[in-house]
C-alpha cells in the first residue's frame, strides 16, 4: 500500500491499496504510545480509500492501520 501525502499537513490521507477494497475495511490512527484509534470518517473508492483524519491530531508520527478479510497493512506517516 501508498499512503500519500507523507508528511501530512493537513487533516486527509489516501492509502491506494494493490487490490480491491473489501467495504468492511477497519482503519486505525496508531500513535507513538500505542494508543488505537479507529477512524470513522472513511471513503473507499476502487482500491483508494480516503482518510479524513480527527482535527485534534498533533504533530508528530503515527502508523495507520487498515484491516481487511486478506490481512493488515500498517504504514508510518509524519504529521507536520
Known amino acids: 500500500p501508498v499512503l500519500f501525502p507523507n508528511p501530512l499537513d493537513g ?3 489516501n492509502i ?3 487490490e ?3 467495504k ?3 482503519v486505525y ?3 507513538l504510545k500505542g494508543r488505537k484509534t479507529q477512524i470513522e470518517e472513511i ?3 476502487g482500491n483508494v ?3 479524513s483524519l480527527p482535527q485534534s491530531i498533533i504533530p ?3 502508523h495507520l492501520e487498515v484491516r481487511q478479510q486478506s490481512g493488515n497493512h500498517v504504514m508510518k506517516f509524519i504529521k507536520d
Open 43 to 45: 471513503i473507499i473508492e
Open 60 to 62: 508528530g508520527i503515527y
Open 29 to 31: 490512527l496508531i500513535d
Open 11 to 13: 487533516h486527509a490521507l
Open 49 to 51: 480509500i480516503n482518510v
Open 16 to 18: 491506494k491499496m494493490p
Open 24 to 26: 468492511a475495511s477497519s
Open 20 to 22: 480491491f477494497i473489501q
